[in-house]
């Protein structure tokens, strides 16, 4: 089994890794968490890396599309940038599909490399740091 790991000890910047595929409980510890980072009621940016995820289930896409819709006042205001990290096309056909059932509301990259979306979010955390 998968995991998904939240870390925001490099704040404004939080990183999520994404490592093959999760059950329901634990992408719904994600969702928790991604809902922890906005209750900071902070900027920050966010990088996404899914170099080694799995596909996300109907049930889990849903879930991530709802806490996007119900959260969307507060990604709009808090988070400035994400960024990520797919070289994987079906990983990003999953995204496609996220994004048609709920458009991100924060502005966003889709890169192949760490080294990449690092670099552009510096860029965007000088810009409110």
Request: with cysteine; net charge positive.
């Amino acid at each position: 089994m998968g995991s998904i790991t939240v870390d925001s000890s490099e704040w404004p910047l939080v990183r999520v890794t994404y490592v093959d595929t999760v059950d329901d409980k634990a992408f719904d510890a994600y969702v928790a968490q991604q809902v922890a980072v906005l209750d900071r009621r902070e900027p920050y940016v966010i990088l996404f890396d899914a170099r080694r995820s799995g596909i996300p289930t109907a049930r889990q896409r849903q879930k991530i599309a709802q806490f996007t819709k119900d959260r969307e006042h507060d990604l709009k205001r808090y988070c400035k940038k994400g960024v990520f990290v797919i070289p994987n096309p079906l990983v990003r056909g999953a995204l496609t599909a996220i994004l048609w059932l709920q458009p991100l509301p924060f502005p966003h990259d889709v890169v192949a490399s760490i080294e990449e979306a690092e670099k552009v979010l510096a860029v965007e955390r000088r810009a409110f740091a």
